[in-house]
């Protein structure tokens, strides 16, 4: 599969992937050579982006996703652990919203909001 079908059916440019293969997160054996030099991508590629897209949005950073898929990087336990951690923080990060959310609720509530500006009477 060629680059440009890759990006389009993953939904990234160009750019980033050839930024992914630069950093290692895109590893050569998802890279296919032709007798040209020509360069097609094995058909795992796509799940391959996508678990690292879905990393990307919940937090983790290039660095801790190449860790995780290099061969020599960090352990299944490691990988593991990071993952708890990312949840822990997601969680925490919910129990703020919710209590945000509730605030404002309260606010709400108490009518404070008027056409002379926000909690004068």
Known sequence: MKISEVAKIVDLPISTIRYYE?????????????????????LE??????VVKNCLAVGFSINDIKS???????SKDEQTRIIKEKIS????AQKKLEVSKNNLYDILELDITCEDGFGKY
């Open 22 to 42: 630069k950093m290692g997160i895109i590893t050569d054996d998802y890279i296919l050579r032709e007798q040209n030099n020509y360069q097609n991508y094995a």
């Open 45 to 50: 590629i796509i799940h391959h982006l996508d």
């Open 68 to 74: 995780m898929i290099s061969k020599n990087g960090i």
């Open 89 to 92: 923080e997601i969680e925490d």
